[in-house]
């Protein structure tokens, strides 16, 4: 009876310390979720979020203007067969899946694999296949101009039209900008943002429609509830540090004219016609290529109805 009662007790000791970790985890998850939501709600953060927001409602307004404005596609079959071959993109959704399906199954991939990095040393080949052997042979991660190359060859491989943008902020001495694909959705009839940077993200309205960029500067300057997607999961409406982040990124947008395979794949393809024009989308009277910003080949505009036309 003796070495039961010892027996008895360890047992109850041994229950008692999974019950205070279970509690203690319990606690550290709830501390953890309140910490996160938290953090978005402190004073310097709204008024930061605040001061960006209305860079954007006091800029000049968009019009019509003169300047033709023609984003190409450019089709390479041998080039997207041996990236769907590679990748093996096909494994990724099913063949039924929608065009939303598939290109949310490519941003998993994506997102999930290559993290943020601001990497040392420039890739040797910016195209999918030698961004992915880079990240396998030099530096396992990299920055978003480099995600939304990766993601655009990929997408477009799988046919599915897509376009990256360059997101800008108003302060010319800012060299932080951010770059995300756009996909278009033929079942909606409309383009919607898919962003494999930063754990990826994408962006809906309260009612949980898909928004394009054109969209989320939209909703922010009218100050309508957004739902964020981080990690592609559970949505929410708190002000974190990427809803402020793309709030500073979505004063200007610029975008090759022509877009295709090896698009900034300068060492291996130095005489790509597809660098013909890079078009910025501005605010009126604001001029973004003052600093040199591909200025050889750019063209602003302020025609928003043709740029995301």
Known sequence: MKALRIIWRIFVGILAVIGAATVSLFTFLKVTKYYEISINVNESTIALFDERVELLRTCGAYSADSEFIDITHVQDMERADEIMKYFQLDTLYDAEASTWEKALAIGRFVAFNIPHDNQKEWPEHVNAIGLWEYTKTVAPAFNCRLHSILTYELLTAAGIKARYITCLPYDRNDNDCHVVNEVWLPELNKWVMLDTDMGGHYVTDASGELLSLREMREHYIADKKMFFYPGYEDGHSNKTY????????????????????????????????????????????????????????????????????
């Not at 809803?243 to 060492?267: H, I, R, V």
């Not at 290529?289 to 750019?298: G, I």
């Open 242 to 309: 990427y809803y402020k982040y793309m709030a500073k990124n979505t004063y200007w947008f610029a975008c090759w004219n022509n877009l295709g395979f090896y698009q900034e794949d300068y060492n291996n393809h130095p005489d790509q016609e597809l660098r013909d024009k890079y078009y910025g989308l501005v605010p009126s009277g604001f001029d973004p290529f003052d600093k040199d910003y591909h200025k050889h080949t750019s063209v602003a505009t302020n025609d928003v109805d043709q740029f995301w036309k």
